[in-house]
């Protein structure tokens, strides 16, 4: 998607903004994936845009939250997994609730979480975290920790009620 186009999505999705309102900052590729990253002069919010030619997804830039526990597989109830949640800090502390988006690649992807951590989407932000029969839950803690996410104890006992 060309910068004009998702200047109109962003549009589109935040009211009271124009295209002029926001500046794209940056442009990467993640294999056939780009991550961009727009400035809204206005508010000063920052945003990253991630996708490929056929979907595009808008994300609050910034520090995210996780989640990490043990929950019920959704597929086989009789099981219990590891299960993974994020959320970004701005939209937590401004909105008290959960980004609905999905988002494993992009926290895959802009956290550089280990090749051994695999994320199987359950619902939206929500995941089953794969992991190798050698590591813990407190390995993928530590992992997670390591790439930059934060642990936030107010999200936790949200998220805890749910999974």
Known sequence: MATDEIKEMLVDRYDDTTEKDWKRLSKKKYGKHEVRTFLNKQTNETFWVFGDA?????HPAGDHLYYLGMG??????????????????????????????????????????????????????????????????????????TAGLIFDQAFHDY????I
């Not at 056929?54 to 808008?58: F, G, T």
């Not at 999905?102 to 090749?115: E, K, R």
Request: proline share 5%.
């Open 159 to 162: 998220m805890a009620k749910w």
């Open 72 to 145: 019920e597989n959704p597929w086989k109830r009789d099981e219990q997994v590891i299960v993974a949640a994020f959320n970004p800090l701005s939209y937590w502390q401004n909105d008290g609730c959960l980004w609905d988006q999905h988002c494993g690649f992009y926290i895959s992807t802009i956290y550089n979480l280990p090749a051994w951590i695999e994320l199987d989407e359950a619902c939206e932000n929500q995941f089953i975290v794969n992991i190798p029969k050698d590591k813990t839950i407190g390995d993928v803690k530590t992992a997670f920790e």
């Open 54 to 58: 056929d979907d595009e997804a808008i």
